[in-house]
């Protein structure tokens, strides 16, 4: 009983106290359990948390340290190109063509500017800008190529100390010292010295030209281009330390850049001078050769153009101005115009025609004013209507009788013709040192069928042999075949070096002519003296030589020939109708005895040979001889 | 009695028990100070100028710390309503009177200026754990409702600033005292996913460069040079440290302004780079310390109040630490937030050491009820 109730009384109590009441003390316990539960459940998340997080710092830490260093030293390093000096061009007696003179551009990193238009208003307060200037220098902004954004180029040293004192109203810009190429003779050497310019994709590319690694500049064409691994030098570096905005903190490591090597030309400047300041009106080629060595004296290809405009960032409207132009200036007549030769050749011809014994000097041909050819129905003319009469090669030669050379041309044959017109340097590259020269053309059977899929018909051998119809001769191409001539089959590559000094060891390197000889073969030395006989009649045989009635030059005597090529133009642009116009050519060369230059004159649409080419080349050859005559004067 | 007043005396041994310093808790924090002013010190080339400020701050740190410390648990937990119910007031005001650059978190009192969001990092843990001391453990549900509601007020609240880090900080160890509080796994599931779906609210409510800054930290190299930019160069930065570092004045990304904000968020990424992986080890092996020597403290706490609040207090300190190192390392986006006891800056300096003053003030003050 006494069990029972107690029993019941501790349920009793049991049940009261579970209502009631709460024991506090193991209440406690529990929570301070399960607290202590829930804080290690939290520890091992923490821990979990650390072990994630120090592993993920040592992935980037240790594991990828190398390519975080890599990015770290391209953040701060910065290689600056110290670009090298080029080296200067002078003419064979040591005057200067190239130079280069120190000025200023005025730049801005694009990343420096936050706001254009406001950039471009302070910008007026410190320079004066025209509208084209302000439009170019917001294309400048548009290209993502470039990270600098040039404001002005060329800046001389006044405006330089002017824009220096007014700095501080916009302190992004920059002055930066360049070194800019300065041609002295800009128009009239412009063909030959070329240009330089920025460096292109084209040019890193280019299997001509070493590209250093640095190089911003150049040369693009003429000289500038083909002695470019001479002139250019090599740049030198500053390893430079900058902060996040660039600027510099350091120099680490520095190498100084290599000067270029100073060139010489074979060119004379007095006589290119002169030659351009005659024929800068007209389009055409003159050069001036010796021919004992192959030294060009003078390389003339008018109209020229500014060659000092593209050293700065040419403007696009100044480019397509130059390009557009009707008179071609940007088109180095001396070594890729291909003119048909005219009655230039016909001394060649001749030469062709006694070798194969096709005529001798005494073979006769009646000119009446024209040649008939079975199956043409029109004659093909001479250009002396009434014609010459009974003509020997010489007498042909003299009056440059057509009639005559249709008549040896048809019984040479255009295959005679053409394989032995070979031999003077017709229809191949000279080889003179510029890039872009083109080869000019001999036709033949062969060619014909080629590229017009046509045979080869009589009346055209008759017109390749007055230097007309297909074939093609570069200016420079006549100058080395008449110095051929000249020289009785000895005669050296056309060159313009002269050498070159080391800039280093101060050396010189002279070109030698004596490398690139050549001899060629004529069957008959008298045949040589026959034709140059003709020529010499050209010029002084009165009344019979086409260039025989101009002023003589009174010292010396000298022979040439005369040729005036008929060719379609279309009418200066003014229509499209094709008017035939004349392109005076002449080739000469002087002293008749023992020749010093060879002379070649081509003048686009000027007429006849005799009237426009001739005297010029007379001129010159007048000039040439007084100048020698003034240096012998003097240095006695 | 006599076990109570034995067990209290014990740990009042020397200098430090007298202040109620718990040295344990204390010294990894006075290493990582000192290694935050060698930091300051190298990657601003030298500015001794700025380290005196940095010195200053910790020791106003240090006092208001010891300050705290002598409160007794007891009062704090009097206090709690008191105190987060006026901050509460503050951040209201903060919304209509606030300053600041480009979000307006700064109250001026004309005296001193102060962000009141800094105050509730502390304050929400604090009136959370008052709240939770004299219910029974684990709570209702209906207390957890009210818990939620104490945390969620001043995130609503510090978010409008717009201080989007500040309030997900102070959200999540809101967050860290209801869960340590207790709750059944089925109410924590619902509540997770509750939050979860609250998520596209939160994106919605959010401003235009704090949705690129979620974005570019999704995928950084949409905008190298913009939002991205922060995280590559601290990566480099870290990267090229390697195990040991450059060495101290050697690192360079700091030096040479690649690394922004390289004394305040980004310090771990000038230290990472000079002293290499090894040196965040220890520093990071500093902060676990902290943290364990945190939740040991709360484990030993004699009532809930202590538990909670000391645990709180020190996983939020862990968490900051995973913040700002998460965010460092790219696991997280770039959200304004301090490495605790070593960015360079004022209030959360203080508040920091306020927070190991009510810790160490749980710890030294405890009272033993039992045997």
């Known amino acids: ?636 | 009695m006599n076990d109570y007043i034995e067990n209290n005396r014990r740990p009042f041994t020397g200098l430090s028990s007298l202040f109620y310093i718990d040295l344990k808790l204390f010294m990894p924090i006075v290493i990582i100070t000192i290694i935050g002013l060698v930091t300051i010190y190298s990657s601003s080339s030298g500015d001794i100028a700025l380290v005196l400020k940095q010195f200053t701050r910790i020791l106003i740190g240090v006092i208001v710390m010891i300050f705290i410390a002598q409160v007794h648990p007891d009062n704090l937990k009097l206090f709690a309503p008191i105190l987060y119910f006026f901050t509460l007031v503050l951040l209201i005001l903060v919304l209509f009177f606030g300053v600041g650059k480009s979000a307006d978190r700064w109250l001026d009192l004309y005296i001193i200026r102060f962000q009141p969001s800094e105050l509730m990092k502390i304050f929400v843990p604090l009136m959370l754990a008052s709240y939770y001391s004299d219910k029974p453990l684990p709570p209702k549900t209906k207390y957890i409702f009210f818990a939620i509601l104490i945390a969620v007020l001043p995130v609503f609240l510090i978010m409008k600033q717009p201080d989007l880090g500040t309030s997900l900080l102070i959200g999540m160890s809101g967050a860290i005292a209801i869960l340590l509080a207790g709750m059944s796994i089925k109410f924590f599931l619902v509540s997770s996913f509750s939050t979860a779906a609250f998520a596209p609210i939160l994106w919605m409510n959010m401003h235009e460069y704090q949705k690129q800054r979620v974005l570019t930290f999704f995928n950084p190299e949409l905008d190298p040079l913009g939002s991205g930019y922060h995280l590559m160069q601290s990566k480099i930065a870290l990267g090229s440290g390697g195990f040991f570092g450059k060495g101290i004045f050697n690192g360079t990304q700091s030096k040479l302004g690649f690394v922004p904000e390289h004394s305040t968020d980004f310090i771990l990424t000038a230290f990472g780079e000079e002293f290499g992986f090894f040196g965040v080890l220890i520093l990071m092996t500093l902060y676990l310390l902290i943290a364990l020597r945190g939740l040991s403290i709360s484990i030993k706490a004699t009532d809930n109040f202590g538990r909670i609040l000391s645990a709180t207090l020190s996983l939020t300190i862990f968490l900051y630490v995973l913040v700002n190192v998460g965010m460092v390392i790219g696991f997280l986006p770039v959200v304004g937030a301090p490495l605790p006891f070593m960015s360079y800056g004022g209030t959360s300096m203080v508040t920091l050491f306020a927070t190991i003053g009510i810790i160490m003030s749980i710890k030294s003050h405890q009272r033993i009820l039992r045997k």
């Open chain 1, 1 to 636: 009983m006494k069990t029972k109730a107690r029993k019941d009384s501790i349920r009793k109590r049991n049940n009261f106290e579970e209502k009631y009441s709460r024991d506090p003390m193991s209440n406690a316990e529990s929570e301070r359990r399960s607290h202590r539960f829930r804080a290690l459940i939290a520890t091992a998340i923490v821990l979990v948390f650390f072990t994630t997080y120090i592993s993920e710092l040592y992935e980037v830490q240790v594991s990828e340290h190398s390519y975080y260093t890599v990015k770290s030293d391209s953040n701060r390093i910065r290689i600056r190109p110290v670009q090298a000096t080029r080296g200067l061009i002078y003419d064979r007696n040591g005057q200067t063509l190239a130079d280069n003179i120190n000025t200023f551009n005025l730049i801005v990193k694009k990343e420096l500017i936050r706001d254009k238009e406001i950039f471009l208003q302070n910008l007026q307060k410190l320079v004066v800008l025209n509208p084209n200037q302000i439009k170019e220098i917001s294309q400048q902004f548009q290209n993502r190529r470039l990270k600098d954004i040039t404001i002005l180029e060329d800046i001389s040293l006044d405006d330089f100390s002017k824009i220096a004192v007014d700095r501080h109203v916009l302190p992004e810009i920059e002055l930066v010292p360049k070194s800019k190429r300065r041609y002295l003779s800009p128009y009239a050497m412009s063909h030959v010295l070329g240009y330089v310019a920025k460096v292109s994709d084209d040019d890193i590319e280019s299997e001509v030209v070493k590209v250093h690694e640095g190089m911003t500049e150049i040369g693009k064409l003429g000289i500038e281009r083909f002695y470019q691994n001479i002139l250019s030098g090599k740049p030198g570096y500053e390893k430079l330390e900058t902060d996040a905005k660039g600027k510099v903190i350091r120099v680490i490591e520095k190498k100084q850049p290599v000067r270029g090597d100073d060139i010489y030309l074979t060119l004379d400047l007095n006589l290119q001078q002169y030659i351009y300041n005659k024929v800068d009106k007209k389009e055409g080629a003159i050069i001036v050769m010796d021919p004992n060595n192959g030294d060009i004296l003078s390389f003339v290809s008018f109209p020229g153009y500014d060659s000092n405009l593209f050293t700065k960032s040419i403007s696009n409207k100044r480019y397509n101005q130059l390009i557009t132009d009707k008179r071609r200036p940007l088109i180095n007549r001396v070594i890729a115009g291909q003119y048909p030769p005219g009655s230039t050749l016909k001394p060649f011809v001749g030469i062709v025609a006694l070798e194969e014994q096709i005529i001798d000097s005494t073979k006769l041909v009646n000119c009446d004013g024209a040649y008939e050819l079975k199956n043409h129905s029109r004659p093909f003319k001479c250009w002396n209507k009434t014609g010459h009469g009974d003509s020997d090669l010489s007498y042909a030669l003299a009056q440059s009788c057509d009639v005559f050379f249709y008549r040896v041309a048809q019984l040479t044959g255009i295959d005679t013709i053409s394989e032995n017109l070979y031999k003077f340097g017709f229809g191949q590259k000279t080889y003179i040192d510029l890039y872009g020269e083109k080869s000019g053309l001999i036709p033949d059977r062969e060619w014909k069928a080629k590229t017009k899929q046509l045979p080869w018909y009589q009346g055209e051998t008759l017109n390749v042999g007055i230097g007309q119809g297909y074939f093609l001769a570069t200016p420079i191409q006549l100058t080395l075949a008449t110095s051929v001539l000249a020289m009785d089959g000895e005669t050296y590559t056309p060159h313009l070096l002269k050498g070159y000094k080391s800039s280093s060891t101060r050396e010189i390197f002279n070109y030698n002519p004596l490398e690139n000889k050549f001899s060629t073969v004529i069957k008959d030395r008298n045949y040589l003296e026959i034709v140059k006989h003709a020529m010499w009649r050209v010029v002084n045989e009165k009344n019979i030589g086409t260039a025989s009635n101009m002023k003589k030059i009174a010292s010396i005597e000298y022979a040439g020939k005369t040729g005036t090529a008929q060719v379609y133009n279309l009418d200066a642009g003014k229509s499209n109708k094709k008017i035939l116009q004349d392109h005076a050519l002449f080739i000469s060369y002087a002293p008749y005895e023992a020749p010093e230059i060879v002379v070649t004159v081509i003048v686009e649409h000027g007429g006849g040979g005799s009237s426009t080419a001739a005297p010029l080349a007379r001129d010159i050859i007048d000039f040439y001889l007084k100048n020698k005559n003034k240096k012998i004067a003097s240095n006695e």
